[in-house]
């Protein structure tokens, strides 16, 4: 089985040339995979693996916009609509400069599963622009979305493709989009999700990938008689995923001391409370500022720019309990992880998608501390978003606290099927296997079910 992977491996490296993250996604996944083929000869024969890998669409169109000046700009746009097998193509879309394909196939590939473990009938997809918001102004960022949106709109809709947001598309660029939807088509539908409250939105949306990433935690904690309470926790990032982990850690009685953004980190030993946390989102959301300002504001907090060329991050070389990578992907390299692990890091629950490269993924596995993959632990966010669709189908709204309660089980399940996974496959503990197998098995079971399309 082993030859038949790396194979396997060597033939995707083969057909998707220069995607070094889409073969780190797939190499991560298709390794935990070994024993469910060999006890299900069926995916094999089928090609299961071969079809999952290859996106049932790829679409990439040109997005030009003028910015304030008058000066013309192009940028590059994607959707990937990866597998539909168990519901409607899903995922966010990113605007970062760094957009590529090799990235939005990472990201697509990894949502169909992560999807799969939400229970909700969702597929997988992923899009975005090598555009970078920061920097513009609303109006810019107005014209890029609904340049953007006016190309997009061929391919999605509320039983086909529901986007959402991801790194540079909050609340703002979906409200842009969705009017330029709503404005081409005609429609209000639920083509869109985390959109704001007056407009279809739903409740606990913009926390849902925090709070959700603690509250696995949580469950792995527990699996040890533990908790969150009264842990030292690190968290990288700023942003959406960043902000509402560090309320949950610190609303569960834990300290949350590191946050960052691509210029550098904060480190602030009294804690970030309720109060700073509160500054930190009118600075990010608001004002849309620098976390180094936050060391000027709280004397308590010091602030280290990021420098690549030392080779490690100094934000996982702190003293913590458990760590919360919530900024990007590959953002814990090996040595990273070593210097975690050397400070007796107890958990590490991933908010971001892959922020740990395979190496330091491997150390934690080996070290046997309690590891949450990004599939099982940020799937939290997606799956308040398959919450928004259903209320939309059913143009009905559900409280703050029946959300919140229905996020929290979703959790708690997805934390099951990754350890029952885990264990029935010969790897205890390993959450990684579990989310990969757990994730796997619905997709492949519903593809064989609907036959060779
Ligand atoms: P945001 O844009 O709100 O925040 C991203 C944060 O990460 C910012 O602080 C940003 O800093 C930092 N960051 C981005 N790129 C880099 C980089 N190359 N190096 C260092 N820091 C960087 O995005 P989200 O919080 O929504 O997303 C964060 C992660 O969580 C991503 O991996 C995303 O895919 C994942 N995720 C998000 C979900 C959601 O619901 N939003 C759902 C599931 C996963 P700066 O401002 O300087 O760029």
């Known amino acids: 089985m082993h030859h038949f992977i790396d194979e396997f491996l060597s033939q995707v490296q083969a057909n998707n040339p220069g995607e070094p993250e889409f073969h780190q996604a797939v190499h991560e996944v298709a390794t935990s995979l070994v024993p469910v083929l060999e006890r299900h000869p069926e995916y094999r024969a089928a090609k299961i693996l071969e079809r999952m890998v290859e996106p049932e669409r790829t679409i990439m169109f040109r997005v030009p916009w003028q910015d304030d000046q008058g000066e013309i700009h192009v940028q590059k746009g994607y959707r990937v609509q990866f597998n539909s097998a168990i519901g409607p193509y899903k995922g966010g879309l990113r605007f970062h400069p760094s957009v590529n394909l090799s990235i939005l196939k990472f990201l697509g590939f990894e949502q169909t599963f992560k999807n799969s473990l939400t229970t909700l009938p969702m597929g997988g997809g992923k899009g975005g622009s ?19 949106m006016t190309e997009l709109q061929r391919y999605i809709g509320p039983n086909t493709d529901v986007p959402a947001g991801d790194i540079g598309v909050g609340g703002r660029e ?90 550098g980190m904060i480190h602030d030993p009294a804690g970030i409370d309720a109060e700073k946390l509160a500054w930190v989102m009118d600075l990010k959301n608001g004002r849309r500022g620098r976390i180094s300002e936050y060391a000027d504001q709280f004397r308590d907090a010091t602030f280290e720019k990021y420098d690549a060329s030392r080779g490690f991050n100094p934000l996982w070389d702190i003293d913590v309990d ?30 971001a998608n892959m922020p740990s490269v395979p190496d330091a993924a491997d150390l934690f596995t080996e070290a046997a501390i309690l590891y949450g993959p990004s599939k099982a632990a ?65 997709v492949a079971d519903s593809m064989l079910a609907q036959g060779l399309v």
């Open 130 to 148: 090598n555009f970078s918001p920061k920097g513009r102004s609303d109006h810019e960022v107005m014209r890029f979305c609904q340049s953007f």
């Open 378 to 442: 940020n799937a939290g966010g997606v799956a308040v978003s398959g919450l928004e669709m259903s209320q939309n189908s059913m143009r009905i709204s559900w409280s703050r606290d029946e959300l919140d309660k229905r996020l929290h089980d979703i959790m708690i399940d997805i934390h099951g099927a990754c350890r029952d996974a885990s264990e029935e496959y010969g790897t205890p503990g390993n959450y990684a296997n579990g989310a990969n197998i757990a994730g796997f098995k619905k």
């Open 322 to 351: 458990c760590a919360f990578p919530c900024a990007t992907q590959n953002e814990i390299n090996a040595k990273d992880a070593a210097n975690l692990l050397k400070n007796n890091v107890g958990m590490v629950t991933e908010g």
């Open 174 to 263: 979906i409200g842009y989009l969705f009017g330029q939807y709503k404005r081409l088509r005609n429609e209000f539908s639920g083509v869109l999700t985390g959109k704001g409250l007056g407009w279809g939105g739903s409740l606990i949306r913009t926390e849902a990938t925090g709070y959700g990433a603690v509250y696995f935690a949580e469950e792995m904690l527990s699996t040890q008689g533990d908790s969150i309470e009264g842990k030292l926790c690190a968290v990288s990032g700023s942003g959406n995923v960043a902000q509402y982990t560090a309320e949950k850690i610190n609303q569960l009685g834990g300290k949350v001391v590191t946050l960052s953004d691509s210029g």
